[in-house]
Structure formats: structure tokens, C-alpha cells
């Protein structure tokens, strides 16, 4: 009894420090896309409005992270880049969505969005939370 009236004094509640506070983001997969890739001037003028996108994505505060990837087996389907969003609330979605259709290398069919929502423990840091548990 006196252990649980001391956990209550300190604030502290057993069922509380076991439910970790779960965050959501939208998580976008650039992929190629089956169009035809257009001549060299065109595909640059394309790329540049690729980018403009994405720093105009960026600017409006709803995209937080953005590159190109490659694969590390050069057998695997190749993934064009990832976007990580701000959020995965509807409105976010929504504004991602119509951005993204705006996108001139989605909108010629170049790439496509495969769109996740990615789960995390807010204020989680893997690599910070094995080195506290292994000391």
C-alpha cells in the first residue's frame, strides 16, 4: 500500500509509463512509372518542375524530409526517392495528395506515389535507446 501511495505522490502511474505515445506521418515512395522517358531537354525541364515541387512542398510546411534513393542490390526494383510528410492527419493527406498530382513527373506518368502511413514512438530515437539500455 505505502508503494502505490508513493508512486501517486510522485506522479508516477504503472499503466501510464507503459503506453508509449504513437505518431503518424505519411510516407510517400517514388517509384518509376511505365511512361516513355521524354527527350533529354524535356526530361530536364520535368526534373526542374520535380524539384520545384518538393521545395514548394517543403516551404508550405507539410514535407519534412525528401531524396532520391538508390537500391543496395542492383537486381532490386529501384524506389525514385521517399517524402516524409508532417503529419498523416486527413488534411495533411489531402494537401500531400494535390501537391503530388501537381508534380510534373507524376503528372506525365514518369513516377508513381505509393503512399504508407509510417507508425513511431514519438520522441523515439532507436540508436539513443540502445545505448541507454546497454549501459
Do not use: K
Not at 518509376?32 to 520535380?50: D, F
Not at 524539384?51 to 542492383?74: D, Q, S, Y
Not at 505509393?114 to 539500455?133: I, K, P, T, W
Amino acid at each position: 500500500m505505502f508503494l502505490l501511495v508513493a508512486f501517486w505522490v510522485a506522479g508516477f502511474s504503472p499503466s501510464l509509463a507503459q503506453t508509449p505515445e504513437i505518431e503518424e506521418r505519411l510516407f510517400v515512395v517514388l517509384s518509376p512509372a511505365e511512361a516513355e522517358r521524354p527527350g533529354a531537354e524535356e526530361m530536364q525541364r520535368l526534373q526542374a518542375g520535380h524539384l520545384a515541387n518538393i521545395r514548394a512542398m517543403a516551404e508550405a510546411g507539410i514535407l519534412l524530409l525528401a531524396g532520391p534513393t538508390r537500391p543496395l542490390a542492383v537486381e532490386s526494383t529501384p524506389a525514385a526517392g521517399i517524402l516524409v510528410f508532417a503529419s498523416a492527419d486527413p488534411e495533411m493527406i489531402a494537401q500531400a495528395e494535390s501537391m503530388l498530382a501537381g508534380d510534373p513527373l507524376i503528372s506525365a506518368g514518369l513516377l508513381r506515389a505509393d503512399q504508407y502511413v509510417l507508425f513511431f514512438e514519438s520522441g523515439d530515437n532507436l540508436y539513443e535507446r540502445r545505448a541507454r539500455e546497454q549501459n
